[in-house]
């Protein structure tokens, strides 16, 4: 290899390392976004539902917990991408079932939707009430 491929090499190799330092940035400045608690109304098949989205950011990870007057379950494998963030919880009231979230965050407002089994997603909408 010639001193002229080793530079264009060279180039190559820093503009890719560059290009994944950019995106790792992006993305964990894209964590901070979700970060907050969230006042969400789910409408489900038997009612609306009021549920508190408590979600923080640490050392580039998500965390998050979902409350209701009946039980406080914590997110599980949640990913962000952009603005969207999937995660799935196992809950018990009203009765036992695995929660697939697929939620987009602009701002303040949270919307999106919960899915469970075979059922219809249900809609979800809401509002950061503070900041994590």
Not at 9 to 24: D, F, G, K, M, Y
Not at 91 to 113: A, C, I, Q, R, S
Request: glycine letters at 8%; proline letters at 3%.
């Amino acid at each position: 290899m010639d001193a002229f491929s080793r530079e264009l090499n060279a180039a190559c190799v820093a503009r890719r390392i560059q290009a994944r330092i950019t995106e790792l940035q992006r993305t964990k400045n894209d964590l901070s976004a979700f970060a907050g608690s969230w006042d969400v109304t789910i409408d489900t098949p038997i009612g609306k539902m009021a549920v508190v989205f408590d979600i923080t950011e640490e050392n580039g990870a998500i965390h998050g917990t979902a409350r209701s007057d009946a039980e406080t379950v914590e997110f599980v494998d949640p990913v962000a991408d952009g603005n969207r963030l999937t995660w799935s919880q196992d809950v018990t009231t009203p009765m036992k079932l695995t929660l697939k979230f697929d939620v987009t965050v602009e701002g303040d407002t949270m919307t999106g939707t919960s899915k469970a089994g075979i059922v219809p997603a249900s809609k979800l909408y809401g509002s950061r009430s503070s900041t994590g």
